[in-house]
C-alpha cells in the first residue's frame, strides 16, 4: 500500500466515522466546533512529534512538559497579581514557551549529543518532568489563574469568529499557524530536508556532511515549544494547571502519528499524515463516547488501532524490499 493509498483510505475512514457521529449529534456545528477545538491541543503536539519521529527518535516526555508549562504559566501570573492583566499574560506565555524549550533542548542534548536511547531519555523525563510539576505544585495541588486575569486569560480559548454557524476559536487558528509553519519547515527548508535525511540514514547523512547531532537536537527543541504552545491553549480553556495535566495523552500523539504513516525509524511521513490520524483517532474517541463506551474500552479501539497501522506499515515494507 503506498503512502498516498494509505492517507487516503485513513481520510476516507474518518470522513466516514464523521458523518456517523454528525447524525447523532444534536447540535452539528457545536460539537464540530468542539471536536476542532479539543484537537487543537493535541495537534500542536503531533507536529513536533512528526518533526521528532521523521528524524528517528521518539518522546515519551510530551504529556510531561506540557503539564510543566501549564504549571508555569500559571504560577506566573499568580506571582504578577499585582501588575496589569495583559502584562502579567505576557510574561506568563513567554516563561512558558522558554520553559517549554529548556525542556525539549535538555531531551535533544542526551539523545543527540551524549548519544543515550531515545526511548531511555524520553521515558526517564517524563517521570522527571512530572516530578518537577509536582514539586512547583506543592504535592499536586491544582493551580488556578488569578481572578482578575480569568476573563482576559479565557479569550485566549472562547475568543474567535463564526463561519456558516461554526465558531473557529482562536486554539484551533493557532493550530493551524503551528501547522502551516511546521509544514514550511518540514518541507521548504534545509531544515526539513536534513530530518529527513536523518531518519532515512543517519550514518550517510553525517558522511554527506549534515551535523545530524544538531538535527536530532532541534527536532525535540521543536516538540518541547509546541508543548508549550499547547499548554498555553489548555490552560485558556481550564484557567487551572495541574501536574497531572495530559497524563497518557502522549500515548494519543504517537498513536497519530504512527497511524498516519510516519514509521518507526523515520526517513518517511509528514504533518498531513499526521493531521489525518490525528482526525481519525479524535471522531473515533467521539463516536465511541456518542454511544456510551467506557474510557477503558475506548482505550482498547486505539492500541487496536496503532497494531493495525504498523502491521500494514509493515507488510507495505517487505512487499518493497
Not at 58 to 69: E, H, K, P, T, Y
Not at 223 to 233: E, P, T, W, Y
Request: include cysteine; glycine fraction near 10%.
Amino acid at each position: 500500500m503506498t503512502s498516498r493509498l494509505k492517507q487516503f483510505s485513513i481520510a476516507l475512514v474518518t470522513l466516514g466515522l464523521l458523518a456517523i457521529c454528525l447524525v447523532k449529534a444534536n447540535n452539528i456545528p457545536l460539537w464540530l466546533g468542539n471536536l476542532l477545538t479539543d484537537a487543537a491541543v493535541l495537534g500542536s503536539i503531533a507536529c513536533g512529534m512528526t518533526f521528532v519521529m521523521i528524524a528517528g527518535g521518539f518522546d515519551l516526555s510530551v504529556g510531561s512538559i506540557a503539564a510543566v508549562c501549564g504549571v508555569v504559566a500559571v504560577l506566573t501570573m499568580k506571582e504578577m497579581a499585582t501588575v496589569a492583566p495583559w502584562l502579567a499574560i505576557s510574561v506568563a506565555v513567554v516563561a512558558t514557551m522558554t520553559t517549554g524549550v529548556i525542556l525539549g533542548a535538555l531531551n535533544g542534548g542526551l539523545i543527540a549529543y551524549v548519544g543515550v536511547n531515545p526511548f531511555v531519555v524520553t521515558l526517564s523525563t517524563m517521570f522527571v518532568f512530572r516530578s518537577i510539576g509536582l514539586v512547583l505544585t506543592s504535592g499536586g495541588q491544582s493551580q488556578v489563574v488569578p481572578i482578575q486575569f480569568t476573563e482576559c486569560y479565557r479569550l485566549f480559548y472562547w475568543g474567535g469568529f463564526h463561519v456558516l454557524s461554526l465558531k473557529i476559536s482562536v486554539p484551533l487558528l493557532i493550530a493551524i499557524a503551528v501547522f502551516l509553519v511546521s509544514l514550511y519547515v518540514l518541507r521548504l527548508t534545509r531544515f526539513g530536508h536534513y530530518a529527513y535525511a536523518t531518519g532515512g540514514n543517519r550514518k550517510a547523512s553525517w558522511l554527506a556532511g549534515i551535523n545530524t547531532h544538531r538535527v536530532v537536537a532541534l527536532t525535540y527543541v521543536i516538540s518541547g515549544a509546541v508543548c508549550a504552545i499547547a499548554a498555553l491553549i489548555w490552560t485558556g480553556l481550564s484557567t487551572t494547571a495541574q501536574a497531572s495535566d495530559y497524563a497518557g495523552k502522549e500515548m494519543l500523539v504517537i498513536a497519530s502519528v504512527i497511524v498516519g504513516g510516519t514509521p518507526w525509524g523515520g526517513g518517511r511521513g509528514g504533518l498531513f499524515a499526521t493531521l489525518c490520524g490525528l482526525l481519525l483517532l479524535c471522531t473515533m474517541d467521539q463516536l465511541l463516547t456518542q454511544f456510551g463506551i467506557d474510557p477503558q474500552y475506548r482505550q482498547i479501539v486505539t492500541g487496536l488501532i496503532i497494531v493495525v497501522a504498523v502491521a500494514i506499515d509493515s507488510y507495505s515494507k517487505r512487499e518493497r524490499n
